[in-house]
Every structure is written in C-alpha cells, then in structure tokens.
C-alpha cells in the first residue's frame, strides 16, 4: 500500500486513528503492528511473512548478544553479531541481487544459471537496514536488547517509514517504543506535514514524472537541447519531491502516531558543494552508512589512502543499494569521486567562490548524476546526458517550446519548492499574525484544507500514480 | 496557529468522505468514461493470496468515490490554471475545442499501406477492368484547425502524408485531397469539438468536392433538408478530456428531400430501411447515429436503379459520408477491414462492384494495421 492512495487515505488511515486512540496505552503498540502488518502484506501477501522472519530473526539475535555480553562471552557475542547480519544481507541479496548477480556471471561464456526471477518485497532495502542498525547497536552496548517483542516488530515494521524511509536507528526511537506523548500539538503538526509531503508526492512529483516519461520515453530518437533539458529538470525535481514527500508523510505519521524521526531532507537543492548535498540528501542513509561501515572501516582517521579507500566502498554501496543495476554502481562511484576530489582541493576553492556559482556547480554535477539514475541501461543515460549538452545537433524544436509554454509554471513551482523560501514566508506570516491567532489558525487550515483537496482530486483521476522506490 | 483545530478539521475530511464513501450508492457504469466501474470484489483466500482482490479493491476505491467526474473535472482545471495544455490524451485548445493528442503518422506503416493498397486495387482492375477506384484521405481536425490548437502543439504532419500517398498512388487510383477545400471553409462548423470526427457538414463538403473529382455531379444543399438530432453530443474527446465545463456539440443530419429508398443488412439479422440508428440519439455515443458505428459489412440497397455498385473501404469517418453516396449508386458494399475478416478480392469480384472508395482519416490510414486483410488471399485465391 502507499499513502498518496485513496485506499490509504480514506479506507486504511482512518480505521487506523480511530481504533488507535480509542484503545488504551498498553495495546497501541500492538494495534500498530497489526495495521502495519496488514499494510505491508496488502500488495504482496506472502511477504508479510519475510517481514516476521526479518523481525524475530533480528529480536532473537538481539536478546543473544545482550546475555551473551552480559555473561562476558565477547567473542560468541561477536559471532552472534555476524550471523545475524549474514543472515540479513543474505535476505537483502537473495531478494534484490541475486538475479542481478546471476545475470552478470552468465556473460562468462559457458554459463547460464537460471534466474531466481523473485518480486522485490516493498522497502527491504529500508527494513534490513533498520533492523541492521538495531543489533549492531546491542552488540555495541548504544542499546539495550529491547525485551518485548511486539514493541520490537513495532520499530520494524512501523508503517509510516516502512516502505521508503526515513531509515530510522533504534536508538532514536527506543525510548518512545515504550514511553510516548499523544497530544492535539503533535497530532496537528503531523497533519500538516503529511499533508504538505502529500502535496509534494501527489501535485507535483506524480505531475512532473508525467512529463519526465513523457520525454524520456520517446523511443530513443535523439532529442534537442531544450528538451532533453525540460525533462531531466522533471526529474530532479520528481525524484526529489517523491523521496522527501514521501519522508515528510512518514514524520507526519510518525508524529500523529507520537514519534519523534529525524529529518531525512534538508533543502539538498540548496546545497554549495557535493559534499553539503549529501549532508542534506537522504540523510538518514548516509548516517546509516557513516556510522555502520564508514567510521567501523577507520573513516578519516588512518591516512589518506584508507580515507580514499573507505570513500570508495561506501559510495560503492551506497549506489548499489539504490537498485541492482550497474547504473547505479556507476552512479555512486560518479559520487564517491566527486567526494573525493571535493575533500582534496575543491572544497575550499568552493568557499571561496559566490554562493550562486557554487550552488550552479553543484546542481549541475545532481542533474548529471540524475540522468545517469534514470535509465536502467547505462548506455542510455550517457546517450541522455549526450543530448544535453548538443549531441542531436539540435538546439530546440516546436516540441520544445510547446513542452516550454506548457510546464515553466510547473518547473518554477518545482524551482521554489526546492527551497527553503516557502517555508520562511509561512513562518515570517505567522509570526506576524503571532497576535491574532484566530486568523492564522484559519487561514493555516483552508489552506492545509484546500491542499487536500486537490490532492484528492489528483488521486481520484489516479490516470498516473507511479510508485519510484519498488526498487530501493 | 491553534493545532487542534487543524487536527479536528483533517478528522472531519479524513472521517466525512470515509464515511460517505461507505454508504453512497455505488455505481455499475459511466457514461462519462464509457466503460463499467469496479464493485465490491469477491473476498475469497485464492484471490486475496494472488493480490487480485487488493488490485481490484483499489480501483474500486477510486471506480466508486463519492463524486469521482467532479474530482477529475477538478483536476483538470487545477492542470489548466498551471498554464498545461493537454493531459496526454487530448490538447486543450481554443473556444472548447479538443484535439486528441494520440493522432500519430508512422512512416513506416503508411509505406506499407500504401503498398497493400496499390497491390489490391491494381488486382481487382485486372479482373474488373471498368473499375473506378478513388482514395480520399481526410485531414483531421488538428490539421483543418491549427490555428485552435495550444501554441506550437506538437501534431503529426498531415498534408506531408496525403502528398506521398498522391504521389504513389495517383497513377492506380483517383486520389483526391480536400485539405485546400476543408481549409477554406474552415470558419464552417466541420469537426466536432468534444470528438474526433468530422461533422455531417464536413462530410457534405467533401462529398461535393470528391463527386465533382471524379465526374459525378454532387447534391446541392437544396436537395436537402437539414435537421438537428442532438445539441448535447459528447464524443470521445470529451471523455478523455476530464473536463465537465465544455460544451456539448450538436449534430446534424442531411435529409433527401424526395424519395430516397434504401434497404440496408448490417449484419447479424439486423436489417433496415434506414442508414440512422435513432436508438443512438439518447445515448452517449450519438455518433453511432450514423450507421450504427463501426459494423465490419453494411450492404445497402438503393432505389438508384443506375446499375452501380461501389465497395467503400473505410474507418468511422465515413460513416457520416455514406448517406450521400445512396443517390448515386443501386447498392453499397460497406467494408471495415479492423473489424472484417474476409477475402477483400472475392468480396469485390462476387459483388461485381464497378466503383472503390477507400476513405480513412489521414493518421488512421497511416497507422492502420489492418489493411494486409485486403491482398492477404491473393496467393491463395
């Protein structure tokens, strides 16, 4: 299931608010499991079943290593550790890479293993590394195995976050598995994040993706500048407004609900350097990343070689965890490079440059790795990223101004979206409104108010509901 | 900023449409969209294990939602006030008109029209030498009215299309090209705006243009009398445009003054004694007015008493045309090849036409996949 649905809205949700807050405390956590069981289990039945492996399996594992620490047996603690997380990315290869894996070892001549040819489960790649975060941090001592197995499924499977993040670290949200305040302000504050990351998914990611498709899937024909242009610009702004929507409909849940996530999206588009950016991309991955491989492999800390080489793998697995395809290996590497280089010198020519000259460089080098995401085929997005800069030899069509004409108003909304401009004018409105409350109250729900029902209105004509993140 | 109120107003929403949704009536069929709606699906273990009944109820939840044409309406009109133009169905153009923007020419399969078209026509005259065959291609409304579409809408090139079929064709056939006419009469009422047909009075002007080209002496308006069937027709653009503000069209039907007999088998036992389905003049599709839409064979006979026959091959615009045609010839064999299956040579000969029209609109004749029905029995036959 997913939230930008009338099914989720109107059907799943409700029934999920209401029975939530008409139970008592002891039974909410067990309410939630059941709901995110079941809206796991909507698309794909059988998988709910991998989820209760991923949560027993990571449960179990987490009480063994706790004793076995305890009793001051470090090193079968440690095997403990291992096992689990074998186990774990063993689930992860097997139902993302392993046709991926097979495919790229029958190029050998000689060999042809059948594919395994199994369906993505939803999320896998976000609930393996939740989970992941979990016993790794037992095994650490940052937590305590947590004893009750419902709360534990709970941090797994919580359908907010479930199935595109953020990926929230047990030890976040530890505290408010067991202990966590519901009130009129956190609720209210959640409505207004899920509906303004609603909006972002439904009115503007799913509109742009249109566009986006539109362009790229013109069968192959080589495009003019202008155009090849418009649609890469679609998708910088689609696949930014579909993942942090996504995130801001997860806070807002998760708040509705009384939790508390972490940020995940930052204003990236803002950024001065590749370095920024990745600060304020994803966060939550690249923090996984950081603390669970980069720093565990010596960081910054044993030279600059193993620096360099620690900066490879991580964005090595930072690409590949976006999909099993090559693009997205090259796609991590292109960062991991930039990165690099970034450290080694650029960085501080950067600083030294006007912010809109290194906000352009910076916006330049995404837009290019976006076209090297898109297309499954690397091949493509080179082609792609040819015609960008003049390969058709074309610098515009009628095709293009007619795309022009009919989307600026789009790409400008996409544009301003991506800042933080939006947000201090609501809240510079606001505090000047600071002394009569009642206006602001109203006005802040007609609006909230009239977002929904476009929302709805877009949902209902539901002609284009892509879902971007099946992959991840 | 009071959170409580915003929260209770996202209760009222969330809670109200929920609870509408429950206990409005649910709906079986729309007209709006043409096509039934999703009910309740069947709850069993098989098709909740294989995802069928989470697929089906999902669209039930949108098939049924409590004002679902105003919604979409409203979607619509969001999409048009960001400046959009089309929906990647149709182009909003000028004054209300649609223009369906699936209209493609491809290239490649107009070159093996026409070759299958020059093949047929070249074997039925080496069996029925007297044959008169003519080909009229009709420009579609994206042509006629580009002065209608958004600015710089990318549509296919028509006139490019109609020039290579004259040039290839115009040694086997009378082909004739009424772009110049319909473009000179544009400001007349010749398409309809919500469909993507041409109008009966688009049809007469061509009717006229082509009899005159290929020497018979047209009907003059006189010879008719006009009359209105409907003023709220919403054809197929309509319903892909998702738009309730639009306003309907109105069709007319030209009617002979004087005695004008036919008796017309469209197949399956149905057999008239008119070329009009008044049944369609209540429905959405009043189009279908016009020879019940698209039958694979209509066979009529006339009171011409001239001794002609003529076969027309056609797609839906020339359903509209066909009643001009019941004053000059005694019988008309009327043949869709995407619905007719049948030995097109055979057809002919048997029926011993002495007249071939092939009338198709110009992007359907350049995309059709169909017209290999017509020489597909030569080796065999």
New interface residues.
Partial sequence: MVFS???F???F??AV??IYFIIPGKFKNFWLLVASLFFYA?????YALLMIAVILLNYFHGLLIQRLKNSGRLKTARFALVLCVALNLGALGFFKYADFIIRNINHIPGISIPLVGVALPIGVSFFTFQALSYTIDVYRGDVNAQNNLVAFGTFVALFPQLIAGPIIQYKTIDQQLIHREHS??????G??RF?VGLAKKVLIAN?VG?LWS?ISGAGGSPLPVVTAWIGILAFTFQIYFDFSGYSDMAIGLGKMFGFEFLENFDYPYMSKSITEFWRRWHISLGTWFRDYVYIPLGGNRKGLPKQIRNILIVWLLTGIWHGASWNFVVWGIYFGILLMVEKLFLLRVLERLPAAVSRIYTMLIVIISWAIFAFDKLSDGISYIGWMFGASGILFD??S??LL??????LL?GCIGSTDYPKRLVSKL?SRLGKS?KI??CG??AI??II???C?????????NPFLYFRF | MNKKAVSICFAILLFGVSITNLFAPKRDFSEYENRYLQQFPDLNAEDILSGKFSKDFVAFTSDQFIGRNGWISLKTISDLAVLKRDNGRVYFGKNGTLFDAGEKIDLEQLEKNMGFLADYITLLKSRLPQLNASILLVPTSSEILSEYLPPYAPVPEQQAAIDMVVEKLSKTASVYDPTKLLKENKVNYLYYRTDHHWTTDGAYLVYAGWAREIGLTPLSEQDFTIKKISSSFYGALHSKANLMTIKPDSVNVYCFTDDVQVLADFGGGDKRDSLYFEEFIQKKDVYSYFLGGNKPLVDIATNADNGKTIMVIKDSFANCFIPFLTKHYQRIIVADPRHLNTDYLELAEQSGITDLLVLYNVPNFSSDKNLSKLTANKKGG
């Fill in positions: 649905s009338l099914l809205l109107f059907y949700l409700p608010i209401l909507w698309g794909e039945p059988v009129f302000d956190k609720f209210g504050d409505v207004r509906i509109t249109e539109n009628s095709k101004i007619y004409l009919t989307n600026f108003v789009l909304i606001e409350p602001s109250t802040a729900c909230l108010f929904a029902i476009l709805v209105a877009y949902l209902v004509d539901a002609s284009y």
